[in-house]
């Protein structure tokens, strides 16, 4: 992604003749490396949390707490992410729609959505198995 904003700057600027592939390679990869780095910041516990509610309730609540906010987290990674990603790449093969400038498939851009979301439900899950101090 560096390689082709530098390029885009480079061939605009200097050359007077801008590229026309390097927006799309930037975009498509700025794509994977937000959804792929989501997914790594699930499995670090590296994402943003708002502690307001948890430091309002007891020790004992929290764990609970954690509990119910990683399993939304599974739910919406495996419904969302994967059932949903997987459904939106279908649809584009099936359209074959394809990018304007680099006309690939649109769907090889979109598969990083379920394999994001793979990698989200098994991050969470290993999360919550391995806390077994956590009360039901």
Avoid: N
């Amino acid at each position: 992604m560096l390689f082709s904003v530098i390029w885009q700057v480079f061939s605009r600027f200097l050359l007077k003749s801008p590229s026309t592939i390097t927006d799309e390679i930037s975009s498509f990869s700025l794509i994977w490396l937000g959804l792929l780095g989501a997914a790594y910041a699930t499995g670090k516990r590296l994402h943003l949390a708002i502690d307001l509610i948890p430091s309002h309730i007891v020790a004992k609540r929290q764990k609970l707490y954690e509990r119910i906010v990683q399993g939304s987290v599974l739910i919406f990674g495996f419904l969302v992410m994967v059932i949903g990603g997987v459904r939106l790449c279908w649809l584009t093969f099936v359209f074959q729609q394809k990018s304007a400038t680099l006309e690939i498939p649109l769907g090889f851009i979109y598969l990083v959505i379920p394999i994001s979301g793979l990698l989200i439900c098994y991050y969470s899950l290993v999360i919550l198995l391995r806390k077994k101090d956590l009360v039901l």
